[in-house]
């Protein structure tokens, strides 16, 4: 803080914010590269669709599917020969066992149902109800 003092004999303080600008300033820039990263998951090329739903705020749980076929429950990297009991320990504490798919546009749609696959092994942890994420698509209106 720093005091000048006056032909009068009066005291005046004048904050200095310079160190403040600068802790703020470096804040700023901590949270604008930390927020993509904390919001990006597992990097998936979405597919698009025409009807969709509003998603919840809050995913439970949610598996990735990348298009070389590497999963991930939430964050966590698995096989399919561990995720049937992965699942198993993740719906442990969750009432409603609804499970978000998260799934790369460009997976071949068979490697999902091939027998012994991803689907069976979701329905052998006992979750029946699924839910596929996808981008909502546009539409291009062209000549009118």
């Known amino acids: 803080m720093a005091i000048s003092i006056g032909d009068e004999?009066?005291?005046?303080?004048?904050?200095?914010?310079?160190?403040?600008?600068?802790?703020?300033?470096?804040?700023?820039?901590?949270?604008?590269?930390?927020?993509?990263?904390?919001?990006?998951?597992?990097?998936?090329?979405?597919?698009?669709?025409?009807?969709?739903?509003?998603?919840?705020?809050?995913?439970?749980?949610?598996?990735?599917?990348?298009?070389?076929?590497?999963?991930?429950?939430?964050?966590?990297?698995?096989?399919?020969?561990?995720?049937?009991?992965?699942?198993?320990?993740?719906?442990?504490?969750i009432q409603e066992k609804k499970l978000y798919l998260r799934i790369d546009g460009d997976l071949e749609y068979g490697k999902l149902v091939e027998p012994n696959g991803i689907y069976d092994k979701i329905r052998e942890a006992g979750i029946e109800n699924i839910a596929i994420i996808a981008e909502k698509k546009t539409t291009d209106k062209i000549g009118g």
């Open 9 to 93: 004999g009066k005291y005046r303080s004048e904050p200095n914010v310079v160190p403040l600008c600068d802790v703020l300033l470096v804040l700023l820039i901590i949270f604008m590269v930390v927020t993509p990263l904390v919001q990006k998951g597992v990097d998936l090329r979405l597919p698009t669709a025409l009807n969709t739903v509003q998603m919840p705020d809050n995913l439970d749980v949610v598996l990735h599917i990348k298009k070389d076929g590497i999963m991930y429950l939430n964050q966590d990297k698995i096989t399919v020969e561990n995720l049937t009991s992965r699942l198993e320990e993740a719906f442990l504490n």
